[in-house]
């Protein structure tokens, strides 16, 4: 069959008011035809063609529908890939009867001749899906009583109880007394196409995902970048920094859990990028938290992220660090500042791999190695009942212990060569020399903010040297570093609480050189916010000495 298929009928002469179409201007007097219709034409643009193309008045046309001979209709119907329909309407009450012109029962999975050519509007409806069929008799209705084309897209439930997808085109073909009572039209199944489109949206989402997830990978990227690390390597050789360097190394390869303790200072996250950076996920982000710095208003959000309109100010969907660090490594520092409502959303994501953002009730899948660290002892805030026993066991898998710098002073030496050399450089100073009595004083003191007190002494150091030997004014003895514990009174002095807690206190400024805010300060070593500090000197009258 050719690709494009006329239809001729003799008999009616004029063009109907109204309904004209460009191609019928050439048309043979003495013949009605049907088109040129293209198999390709869109269903609107089939019945309005065979509308159009009659040369006769409209009453003429309605005259001349019914008498069409029924192969007629039937050859124009294998011309499109539609099913074409003639319906009989009224309004009120609304009531539709629908004659098939072709076997709509084939697409539904029915035997041919086993499903009605002419059924009722009610039948239709039986066979949709009970969200469809609001729509649909709203778009009849409007159609029957503007006497409008009418469309809609609907599904029909097929033999075998699956959904097929149908899209419905008619236009008014008589009217009595004003109303629509005649139509044409077609339904053309749009299965694949829905199919397609679903496909084409599960696609776009997939991509907008992969799209969020490779921004996210960026911008941890461009934090790790612009981060300046603790310092560049870990230095010693020491006994207890090679046993921790072994422990590291053997826990690394796998997914295990890992809990880092120590002192503030120690270089904690330093073991940390270690051990991620020696483990299967070292090409996949490393995320780091510092669980003490978040608000408590944020930490939930910042962890496992929001919805837009989550809560004020929730402007967009941002996903959290868990979903950043998804294949890779999270990083919990100071893991023991976690309110306790937070402990158990975080045992969950461990314990299941599943989160739910804030203000959604989807659970989404992550696979995350946790690292956390903290400088407390988290057995004993499991006593006090301000860490979660079930949280600390499933953390505590593979403790590592960070040793204090007192307890490496072997490695002092080593660690102040480094620093020199890298604080000059940075600092665009020429130091060349280290005085023997210079190394011989560092070594001396106790050091009670271990590594970054030693980082930030040797920076102080560099910018008052003069020349290319280095200077100690104004760093500390060994006679500064007495234990805390020696200034505190004793209780066999029958001292009062608060003299305790005032000498307790002070001590620790002096320790720390009166700096409160900030790690390894007063504050934090305190295990207090600077706030709450500021408030206990101004209450038990301690003042920093002029």
């Known amino acids: 069959m050719d690709s494009e298929m006329s239809l001729v009928v003799n008999g009616l002469d004029a063009i109907p008011d109204g309904l004209t179409d460009g191609r019928s201007q050439d048309t043979d007097p003495g013949e009605l035809v049907f088109g040129s219709i293209s198999i390709l034409t869109p269903a609107v643009s089939v ?46 009450p609304v009531e539709v009867s629908i004659d098939f012109l072709s076997d709509l029962g084939v697409d539904l999975g029915y035997e041919p001749g086993e499903f009605p050519r002419t059924a009722s509007l009610e039948f239709f409806l039986e066979r949709m899906p009970l969200e469809d069929r609001e729509p649909f008799v709203k778009a009849v209705r409007h159609s029957l009583e503007s006497g409008s084309d009418f469309w809609a897209e609907h599904r029909l439930s097929r033999k075998d109880g699956g959904d097929t997808w149908w899209e419905v085109h008619g236009t008014c073909v008589e009217l009595e007394d004003g109303r629509p009572v005649r139509w044409v039209g077609t339904s053309r199944n749009i299965t694949e196409r829905k199919k397609a489109e679903l496909e084409l949206r599960q696609a776009l989402s997939e991509l907008k995902e992969i799209k969020s997830q490779l921004e996210a990978e960026n911008l941890v990227l461009r934090e790790e970048i612009e981060r300046e690390h603790e310092f560049g390597d870990i230095v010693g050789k020491s006994v207890a920094l090679k046993s921790m360097l072994q422990q590291a190394e053997q826990v690394a390869r796998t997914n295990s859990a890992v809990l880092i303790t120590g002192e503030t200072g120690t270089g904690k996250e330093l073991i940390a990028r270690a051990i991620h950076q020696r483990s299967n996920r070292r090409d996949l982000p490393l995320v780091v938290v510092n669980c003490a710095a978040l608000p408590s208003t944020l930490v939930e959000s910042e962890l496992f992220g929001h919805e837009r309109g989550a809560f004020t100010g929730a402007t967009a969907t941002r996903i959290g660090r868990f979903e950043r660090a998804h294949r890779g490594t999270i990083f919990l520092d100071e893991v023991g500042e976690l309110p306790l409502d937070l402990q158990a959303k975080l045992l969950r994501v461990l314990q299941s791999g599943e989160l739910e953002r804030l203000g959604s009730t989807e659970s989404r899948r992550v696979d995350v190695r946790v690292i956390a660290a903290t400088n407390r002892d988290l057995a004993e805030e499991v006593k006090r009942g301000t860490f979660r026993q079930d949280l600390y066991y499933r953390l505590h898998v593979f403790p590592i212990r960070m040793p204090s710098l007192r307890e490496r002073k072997e490695d002092i030496p080593l660690l102040i060569a480094y620093l020199v050399e890298k604080k000059a450089r940075a600092l665009g100073k020429r130091v060349t020399q280290i005085p023997r009595e210079v190394v ?23 910018i008052l040297t003069p020349g290319q030997a280095l200077r100690l004014d104004g760093v500390p003895s060994a006679t500064d570093a007495r234990p805390i514990e020696e200034s505190v009174p004793q209780a066999g002095g029958l001292h009062t609480l608060e003299e305790i807690e005032r000498a307790h206190i002070l001590r620790m400024l002096e320790a720390c050189r009166w700096v409160i805010r900030g790690p390894g300060a007063a504050a934090e070593r305190l295990g207090l916010h600077p706030s709450t500090l500021y408030f206990r000197m101004k209450k038990l009258g301690i003042e920093r000495p002029r």
């Open 440 to 462: 011989e004083r560092l070594t001396r003191y106790e050091w009670p903010g271990n590594v970054r007190e030693l980082e930030n002494v040797i920076e102080r150091a560099i």
């Open 47 to 92: 019945i309005k063609s065979v509308v159009a193309a009659t040369k006769g008045t409209m009453t003429q046309l309605r005259d001349a529908l019914p008498g069409l001979r029924e192969t007629d209709l039937r050859a124009l119907a294998t011309t499109s890939f539609d099913n074409l329909w003639t319906a009989q309407t009224r309004l009120d």
